[in-house]
């Protein structure tokens, strides 16, 4: 089943508590996912920037039940449970980043079982510049501000301690950011610093 935008920002208000701000990250995360995916289609390169936009709204709903790690797989099951599959995919892929099944399996801290459920709802639909660009855009808002994607991992270094699993993060996210800047035929940090230092209404979460 589609979700509308306008049925993502009525879902997404209505699993949002008024005291946190990760739905004004998403409506940030959004934003930026709209500005490269317009710039996409005018590069002719063929993207549904809907489907990508309503994605970006309710990627991080799952934060409604939980802020751990498996807040992506949470709201992925909420939106499956809705009919809402094709708009909850961006729930699993900027939590997975595009790792490999085998990557996460041998390193991620949850169960066996829910990376296989995961990659299991994943892996039907091969990873597409979609993904790249919905990972990349979450990847450029630091709690509700927009920013290079370097400040927003450096950020992420400082909170959560330098790992593997954040470095990859970075690898993928720089990996993205290319893959974004050659279908654009110009850089895609060229293309959001009119927006870099934007934020939002709210208080810094931990996103
Ligand atoms: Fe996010």
């Known amino acids: 089943m589609q ?3 306008a049925a993502a920002e009525l879902l997404l208000a209505e699993h949002a508590p008024p005291h946190e701000a990760w ?6 995360v959004a934003k930026v996912a709209g500005v490269i995916g317009q710039a996409l289609l005018a590069a002719k390169h063929p993207l549904d920037v809907d489907l990508l936009i309503t994605q ?3 990627h991080d709903i799952g934060r409604a039940k939980t802020h751990g790690p498996l807040h992506g797989w949470t709201g992925f099951v909420m939106m499956r449970a809705r009919g809402y599959e094709a708009a909850g995919r961006g729930c699993l892929t900027h939590w ?9 399996a041998a390193a991620a801290p949850w169960s066996s079982s829910v990376t296989k459920s995961a990659f299991d709802a994943l892996e039907p639909v091969p990873w597409q510049l979609l993904d790249s660009v919905l990972s990349y855009a979450d990847s450029s808002v630091q709690h509700t501000t927009i920013v290079p994607i370097a400040q927003r991992h450096f950020d992420l270094y400082t909170r959560y301690g330098e790992s593997s699993w954040l470095r990859r993060a970075a690898e993928l996210g720089e990996l993205h950011g290319a893959e974004i800047s050659a279908a654009l035929g110009f850089s895609v940090e060229t293309l959001l610093t009119p927006l870099f230092g934007n934020s939002a209404d709210g208080h810094s979460l931990r996103t």
């Open 3 to 5: 979700l509308s935008l």
């Open 23 to 28: 739905p004004h990250h998403c409506r940030q």
């Open 96 to 104: 997975l980043k595009g790792r490999s099944r085998a990557e996460v």
């Open 56 to 58: 970006a709204l309710v």
